[in-house]
């Protein structure tokens, strides 16, 4: 990741800190009915792993709006389908070196709010992202064999050479949400991100921390 996009991620997350700081500090307004960080982490397509952060403001109980930082490592999109990484081992402990693309998503996004219980809730969003990350590309090698008693190792049947990419995407998602208290829930949903260097679909789980929103119990 270059300098430029570690600076454009630290001023995201200052922003994502600051709007968290500013408006809990002001309290819950009628416009703002529901003010929370999410932090999660899931699987996706391209054998992806990612995790993200962010806050989620629900306005009159009808809309909802996000402004999200999301990393993700995954498979190549053009990897060939013979391709072999590295393997080996070293003091008896066995490796496999297998390529991955970085990914990072910076999306702002917004749509609508559902109640579906008295303490759940769903909201369908889309948005724009900035999307930086790696394209890789694959040159076939000969493969070379070592063998040091204690170490051994295969080389790939590719090398491969990765170029930092920078785009605009089209994000969009679907999660459902619960608080189990006044300021503390959890969520799940899926998302799918369009962009010209890799588009990943997937899944994640996440924690919600902040005005839950929660409906207090009628006493009797």
């Known amino acids: 990741m270059n300098h430029t996009n570690k600076t454009l991620i630290s001023r995201t997350f200052l922003c994502i800190m600051s709007l968290a ?3 809990t500090a002001t309290g819950q307004t009628k416009t703002i009915n529901k003010f929370y960080l999410q932090g999660g982490a899931g699987l996706g397509t391209h054998e992806s792993g990612s995790y993200d952060i962010g806050i989620q403001a629900i306005f009159k109980n009808k809309w909802s ?35 991955t693309a970085k990914m990072n998503l910076i ?4 749509g609508r709010y559902f109640k579906l219980g008295k303490n759940t809730w769903a909201t369908t ?6 999307v930086s990350g790696e394209k890789v590309s694959f040159q076939h090698s000969q493969v070379t064999s070592t063998n ?7 080389s790939s049947n590719y090398t491969t050479t990765k170029e930092n990419k920078s785009s605009v995407g089209f994000m969009m998602k679907t999660d459902v949400n619960w608080a189990f ?11 799918a991100n369009i962009n010209s260097i890799q588009s990943p679909i ?4 996440k924690l919600l921390v902040g005005n839950m929103g929660r409906e207090k119990k009628n006493r009797k």
């Open 21 to 23: 700081f500013i408006i």
């Open 65 to 99: 709006a996000t402004l999200s930082y999301q990393e993700l490592s995954m498979s190549p999109k053009n990897k060939p389908a013979d391709y072999q990484g590295e393997t080996g081992y070293a003091l008896f402990l066995f490796y496999s070196d297998e390529v």
């Open 107 to 110: 999306n702002l996004t917004a």
């Open 125 to 130: 969003e889309a948005g724009l992202s900035y």
């Open 148 to 154: 040091l008693i204690l170490f051994a190792s295969t």
């Open 181 to 191: 208290s006044s300021f503390m829930g959890l969520g799940a949903g899926v998302f």
């Open 202 to 205: 997937g899944f994640h789980v």
